[in-house]
C-alpha cells in the first residue's frame, strides 16, 4: 500500500498545525494572540494520537511502518510537545517577533521526531532525523543578548553535521554489503565482525548519529554546553524530546542486533561508561542545567540497558523508561523556567530556600530529583527496575551491578537540589521579606509531579502499552 | 488464615498517607497537632482486628494479594507473622507518642513535620508487612525521604552532614539489595516472598545474594563497621526521629536478616554466621566500650543502640530456638526503652537546651518523676530482673550458651558494660553536682502521658512476656525447622555445579523470534 491517509492522523494534525504556524509568521501581528492556544491544539494531538493506536500497517513502500511502537511514541512526542509549548509561551529571553518562528520550529522538530518513530528504512530514518535535527539547529541560539547561546548553536550544528556525516558514511557501507536499507530484511543478514566487517563498521558509525542525538557517551560532549547556551526553555525541548526519538530508532535497530554480537557488547559497554562517567561529572556541577544535561548523559545509558537485553520486555522497558524520563525532566526543567523570570542560568545556590518562596515547586522539584535517582515511589524507580530485570534476564549481570552503584553515586547531585531547596534559608530583601516566585505554574507542575508519582504507584497500564511497543518492534513486518 | 473482610493492613499503611493529604486544608499549629494526635489515635483502633491474629500457626495471616504489574509478575501482597505482628505494633502505638513528644519541641514548619511524621508511620507498617519483595523494597526506600527531612530541616546544627551521611549510606548500602531482588526474580519468576521461600538455590546464588542483602541490612541494623552513620543522625535529629530512628528503623535491618537471609539463603547463612557472629559481638563490646566515654545523652544512648542491636544479630546468627526468640523480643524491648530513654532526653532538652550530662546533672531532688522514668529506663535497658531487657538477654544468651560456651563467654561483658554506661548516665543525672536544675518543673500531664504507655510496657513484658513469647513462637519454630532442613539440603544439592541463571537464559525469549 503506497498511502493510506488514516495511518497518518497525527502526522496530518501536526502538519496542520504547522501550517497554521506558518501562517501567523508571516500573518499580521495582531493574529499571534492565538500562539497561546497551541499547548492546548497540541494536547489535542495526545487524543488524536491515542485514538490512532487502533491502526497498523505499513505504507511509502515499506518505508513507512504504522504500529504500537510508533503509535506509543507519537503519543509521548505530542505529550513532550504541549508541557513544552506551554513551558515556552512567556519566554523571556525570546524577543517578541520571533515568537512564532520559534514554535514553528519547535514544531516542525517534532515532526521530524514522529516521523522517525515510524521510519523503518535506513534513508527515512536518516531524513526523519535531520527534520528533527535542523530546526532544533535554528531553534538553540534563539536567545536574545546571550552569545553563549550563539556559541552553543554552532557547536550543535558542526558536531551534529560531523556525526550526521559519519553515519551517511556508515550507511553507504551498509548498503554495500547487503544490497539493501530496508530493516525488515536487515534483519534476516549476518552483522558479526568475522563475516562483514564492512557491514558492522557502517551499522556503528550509523549508530553514533543516534548516540549523539542520546547524548550518549562519547558522543555526549555537547550536552551540557548545549543546554547551558540555550535558554532555559529550549533546553527542557533538547532534553527531551530528541531522547525519544533517539530511542525509537534504537528500539527499531535493536532487532538487528544479538547478545552474541560485537556491536552489542559495544554497547553494552557504552552504556555502562556512560552512566558511570555522566554521574561522576554530575557531581561537581554547580550550574543546574549542566547538571542536568550530565544526568541525562548517565540516563541514556541506562536506556541502553534495555536495548542491550534486546527482548520484547527489554525492549519495552526502555519504551517506558522514555516516557518516565521524559515526564520527570519536564518536571524538573518547569520548576527551573518557572524559577528564573528572567531567563538566566541558574545556580544551585539559586535554589536557595525554594520551599519558603514556592513550596508548590519546591515539592515538584524534590519529586522529580527523587524520580530522576530512581527513589521509590516514583516513576523513576520503577523504569528502573524493568531495564534491571530484562538486563538480567540475558546475563548481562556486570551491567547490572554497575548500574545499581551508579544511584549510589547519583543520589548525591540530585538530593543536592532538594537539600538547598528545603534546608537552606532563602535570600531576604532589603525589607527582610522572602520573595516569592511569581507565576509559578503550579497545576502544570503539579500534574507532571503526580504523573511521575501514580507511574511509580500504577505502571501496569503505561507498561502494557509499553509492551505493545516492544513487541511490535520485536517483528517487523515483512 | 484469619478472613476478616477488613483489610486491616492496607487500612494501617494508607490511613496515615490519606490522613497526611489532609494536613494540607489546615492551618492553626494547634489543630495540626490535634488532628495527627486523632490520627494516631484512630490508627491504633484500625490495628485492634489485629489482636485476632492466631496464635497457634506459623502462617502468614491477615493476607491480602491483588495483581499490580502483571508483567512482571508483581502484586500487591501483604501479611503479617509472629515476626513481623509485634513491630506493628510498635509501631503504630509510636505515631501519637511522637506528636506529644514534638508538641513543644518542634516550633517551626509544624505542618511538614507531622506530614513527614505521618509518612514514615505508614511506610514502617508497609515495610514490615509487605510479601512482595518490589513492594517491600519500595517501602524500604520511601521511607528515606521523610526521615532525610526530619534530620534535615528539624535537626540540630550539624543537621546537614547527619542528614546527607545518613541518606548516602543507608541509600549505597541498599543498591545492590536491589541486584539481588532482580537476580532472585530472574532466578525463580517471582517477587512473592512466601513463593521465594520454596524454592532452591545453588550455594554460589546464595552467597552472592546473601552479601548483597547482608550489606543493606547491617548498614541499617547498624553493624561494627557500618555504625558511623548513627551517632551523627541520632544526635542531630529531634527527638521524635530518634525516637522513630531508635525503635523502627534499626529494627528494619534485623528483621531482614530474619525474614530474607534465613529463609531464602539458608546455606549461605551458615556459612557466613561465624562473620556475622564475630561481628556482633565486636558491635557489643565496641559499641558498649564508646557509650562508656561519651559525654552528650544522645550520643552515650545511640552507642548503646549499637550494642543492643548487637545482642539482636548475635541472637538470630546462633540458629537456636532461644536465640531468635530473645532476637525478636530485644527487638521490641529496644525500641521501647530506647525509645523512651530519648523522649526522656528531648525532654530535658526542653528545659537545660543542653545534651550535655554536664548540664544536666542532680536531677533527682528537683524532678522526681522525671528520675523515676529516666531509671526504669535505664534499668530495663541493660536489662535488670522484673524488666523487658531482662527477658530478651536473658533468652538471648541463653541461646548463644546453648551454641557455644566461648561465645557466651564473650558476651557476657557487653551485659556488664551496659550497666556500666547506662548506671553511669544515671548516677550522674540523679545525684550530680553542680545542679543546674532548682527552677526547672517536673513532668507535666503531656509528658506524663506519653512515657506512661511505655513504662507499662517494659514491666508488662518484664513480668509476663508469655502473650509475646506465645505469638512470636511458631514463627520461629517454623523459620528454624526450614532453616534447619535446608540448609543441610542445600549444601549436598550445591555439590552439583549448576547455575540456575544460565537456564534462564536459555528459556528466555528473545523479541528477535517472533
Redesign the interface.
Known amino acids: 500500500m503506497i498511502f493510506q491517509i488514516e495511518l497518518f492522523i497525527p502526522e496530518l494534525y501536526l502538519l496542520a498545525l504547522i501550517g497554521g504556524l506558518f501562517v501567523l509568521t508571516v500573518g499580521p501581528q495582531s493574529w499571534w494572540r492565538f500562539l497561546r492556544y497551541l499547548p492546548l491544539a497540541a494536547g489535542v494531538g495526545i487524543g488524536v494520537a491515542a485514538l490512532s493506536f487502533q491502526f497498523s500497517g505499513l505504507m511509502l513502500y515499506g518505508a513507512y511502518q504504522v504500529d504500537g511502537l510508533s503509535q506509543f511514541f507519537k503519543l509521548a512526542i505530542f505529550l513532550g510537545l504541549a508541557v513544552t509549548c506551554l513551558n515556552a509561551l512567556n519566554q523571556p529571553t525570546l524577543s517578541e517577533e520571533k515568537r512564532p518562528d520559534y514554535f514553528l520550529f519547535l514544531c516542525l522538530s517534532a515532526l521530524g521526531l514522529m516521523l522517525l518513530s515510524s521510519a523503518v528504512e535506513l534513508v527515512t530514518i536518516f531524513l526523519a532525523l535531520e527534520l528533527a535535527s535542523y530546526s532544533l539547529y535554528a531553534l538553540i541560539p534563539l536567545r536574545s543578548k546571550e552569545p553563549a547561546a550563539a556559541e552553543a548553536g554552532i557547536k550543535y550544528i558542526l558536531f551534529g553535521a560531523v556525526v550526521t556525516a559519519l553515519a551517511m558514511y556508515g550507511l553507504s557501507y551498509i548498503l554495500g554489503v547487503h544490497h539493501t536499507t530496508y530493516l525488515s530484511e536487515l534483519?534476516t543478514k549476518t552483522w558479526s565482525w568475522s563475516e562483514a566487517p564492512a557491514a558492522l563498521i557502517g551499522l556503528t558509525l550509523f549508530l553514533g548519529a543516534l548516540f549523539y542525538k542520546l547524548a550518549l557517551f562519547p558522543l555526549h560532549f555537547w550536552c551540557p554546553d548545549v543546554y547551558e547556551g540555550a535558554s532555559n526553555e529550549t533546553a527542557a525541548f533538547v532534553a527531551t524530546l530528541p531522547k525519544l526519538g533517539a530511542v525509537v530508532v534504537l528500539v527499531r535497530l535493536?532487532?538487528l542486533l544479538?547478545p552474541s554480537m560485537e556491536v552489542t557488547m559495544l554497547l553494552a559497554v557504552l552504556a555502562a561508561v556512560s552512566m558511570t562517567f555522566g554521574n561522576l561529572s554530575a557531581l561537581v556541577q554547580n550550574d543546574l542545567k549542566r547538571l542536568l544535561g550530565y544526568s541525562s548523559v548517565s540516563h541514556a545509558g541506562y536506556v541502553m540497558l534495555g536495548i542491550v537485553a534486546?527482548?520484547?520486555?527489554?525492549?519495552?522497558a526502555a519504551a517506558f523508561y522514555a516516557v518516565v524520563y521524559l515526564l520527570m525532566n519536564l518536571a524538573c526543567f518547569w520548576v527551573i523556567c518557572r524559577l528564573s523570570t528572567d531567563g538566566r542560568n541558574l545556580k544551585l545556590d539559586d535554589l536557595n530556600g525554594l520551599y519558603q518562596r514556592s513550596p508548590g515547586l519546591a515539592l515538584v522539584l524534590?519529586v522529580s530529583a527523587?524520580a530522576l535517582v530512581g527513589?521509590?515511589?516514583t516513576a523513576g524507580?520503577?523504569g528502573k527496575?524493568?531495564l534491571?530485570?530484562s538486563a538480567?534476564?540475558?546475563?548481562y549481570?556486570w551491567l547490572?551491578?554497575i548500574a545499581?552503584?551508579n544511584?549510589?553515586i547519583a543520589?548525591?547531585y540530585y538530593?543536592n537540589l532538594v537539600?538547598h531547596a528545603?534546608?537552606r534559608e532563602a535570600p531576604v530583601t532589603a525589607s527582610g521579606e522572602v520573595q516569592a516566585v511569581p507565576n509559578p505554574g503550579l497545576l502544570w507542575g503539579g500534574l507532571l509531579a503526580a504523573a511521575v508519582l501514580w507511574l511509580g504507584v500504577?505502571?501496569?497500564t503505561l507498561?502494557?502499552f509499553a509492551?505493545l511497543a516492544?513487541?511490535a518492534?520485536?517483528?517487523v513486518l515483512p | 488464615m484469619i478472613d476478616t473482610g477488613f483489610p486491616v493492613l492496607s487500612a494501617l499503611i494508607f490511613f496515615p498517607l490519606l490522613a497526611a493529604i489532609g494536613l494540607f486544608f489546615l492551618r492553626d499549629e494547634r489543630t495540626i497537632r490535634l488532628y495527627t494526635l486523632v490520627v494516631g489515635l484512630i490508627e491504633m483502633g484500625l490495628a485492634a482486628p489485629l489482636f485476632r491474629f492466631d496464635l497457634s500457626t506459623a502462617e502468614f495471616q491477615f493476607v491480602e494479594i491483588m495483581?499490580?504489574?502483571?508483567?512482571?509478575n508483581m502484586h500487591y501482597h501483604v501479611g503479617v507473622d509472629g515476626i513481623s505482628i509485634l513491630m506493628i505494633f510498635l509501631t503504630v502505638l509510636l505515631l501519637p507518642l511522637c506528636v506529644l513528644c514534638s508538641w513543644t519541641y518542634i516550633g517551626k514548619r509544624v505542618k511538614e513535620f507531622h506530614f513527614c511524621l505521618l509518612l514514615m508511620i505508614g511506610a514502617c507498617v508497609g515495610i514490615f508487612s509487605a510479601l512482595d519483595f518490589?513492594l517491600f523494597?519500595?517501602?524500604w526506600?520511601?521511607m528515606?525521604?521523610p526521615m532525610?527531612?526530619l534530620i534535615?530541616?528539624w535537626g540540630g546544627p550539624n543537621?546537614?552532614y547527619a542528614?546527607?551521611k545518613f541518606?548516602?549510606y543507608t541509600?549505597?548500602g541498599s543498591?545492590?539489595f536491589?541486584?539481588a531482588i532482580?537476580?532472585f526474580?530472574?532466578n525463580t519468576g517471582t517477587f512473592s516472598i512466601p513463593e521465594l521461600m520454596t524454592h532452591e538455590y545453588s550455594f554460589r546464588f546464595q552467597f552472592w545474594t546473601f552479601l548483597a542483602m547482608a550489606l543493606a541490612f547491617a548498614i541499617k541494623v547498624p553493624m561494627f563497621p557500618f555504625h558511623t552513620w548513627l551517632p551523627a543522625a541520632h544526635v542531630e535529629a529531634p527527638t521524635a526521629g530518634s525516637v522513630l530512628l531508635a525503635s523502627i528503623l534499626l529494627k528494619m535491618g534485623t528483621y531482614g536478616f530474619l525474614r530474607f537471609c534465613l529463609p531464602l539463603t539458608p546455606a549461605a547463612s551458615e556459612y557466613f554466621a561465624p562473620l556475622m557472629i564475630t561481628i556482633s559481638i565486636v558491635s557489643i563490646l565496641y559499641g558498649g566500650a564508646i557509650a562508656l566515654g561519651q559525654r552528650d545523652m544522645k550520643k552515650l544512648i545511640a552507642y548503646s543502640s549499637v550494642a543492643h542491636m548487637g545482642f539482636v544479630t548475635l541472637g538470630i546468627f546462633v540458629f537456636t530456638m532461644r536465640g531468635v526468640e530473645g532476637a525478636i523480643m530485644q527487638m521490641i524491648n529496644h525500641g521501647i526503652t530506647t525509645g523512651a530513654l530519648f523522649m526522656l532526653v528531648g525532654a530535658i532538652y526542653e528545659r537545660s537546651h543542653s545534651r550535655e550530662i554536664a548540664d544536666n546533672m542532680g536531677l533527682g531532688k528537683y524532678l522526681p518523676a522525671y528520675m523515676f522514668f529516666f531509671g526504669l529506663f535505664a534499668i530495663a535497658s541493660f536489662g535488670f530482673p522484673g524488666t523487658n531487657g531482662f527477658v530478651s538477654e536473658a533468652l538471648v544468651l541463653i541461646g548463644v550458651f546453648e551454641a557455644s560456651y566461648l561465645l557466651g563467654a564473650l558476651a557476657i561483658p557487653g551485659v556488664m558494660l551496659a550497666a556500666a554506661y547506662m548506671l553511669r548516665l544515671g548516677l550522674k543525672l540523679a545525684w550530680g553536682q553542680p545542679s543546674q536544675a532548682a527552677t526547672w518543673k517536673d513532668l507535666n500531664i503531656r509528658e506524663w502521658v506519653y512515657l506512661a504507655p511505655l513504662a507499662v510496657l517494659v514491666l508488662y513484658l518484664g513480668l509476663m512476656p508469655t502473650l509475646a513469647l506465645k505469638t512470636i513462637n511458631p514463627s520461629v519454630v517454623h523459620l528454624l525447622n526450614q532453616y534447619e532442613s535446608r540448609k543441610t539440603l542445600h549444601l549436598e544439592s550445591s555439590l552439583q555445579p549448576e547455575p540456575p541463571?544460565?537456564s534462564?537464559?536459555l528459556s528466555?525469549?528473545?523479541?528477535?523470534?517472533?
Open positions: 534483519m535493536s532487532t544479538d534486546g527482548t520484547a520486555a527489554g525492549l519495552a524534590a527523587f527513589l521509590p515511589p524507580f520503577m527496575l524493568f534491571l530485570n538480567w534476564m540475558e546475563g549481570h547490572v551491578i545499581v552503584l544511584s549510589a543520589i548525591y538530593l537539600r528545603y534546608t500504577a505502571p501496569a507498561f502494557s509492551q516492544g513487541a518492534a520485536g517483528g | 495483581p499490580w504489574v502483571p508483567a512482571w518490589v523494597y519500595i517501602f526506600e520511601a528515606l525521604i532525610f527531612l534535615a530541616v543537621k546537614r542528614s546527607l541518606f548516602i541509600l549505597a543498591t545492590l536491589l541486584a532482580v537476580a526474580f530472574v541463571v544460565q534462564i537464559q528466555a525469549t528473545r523479541g528477535t523470534d517472533q
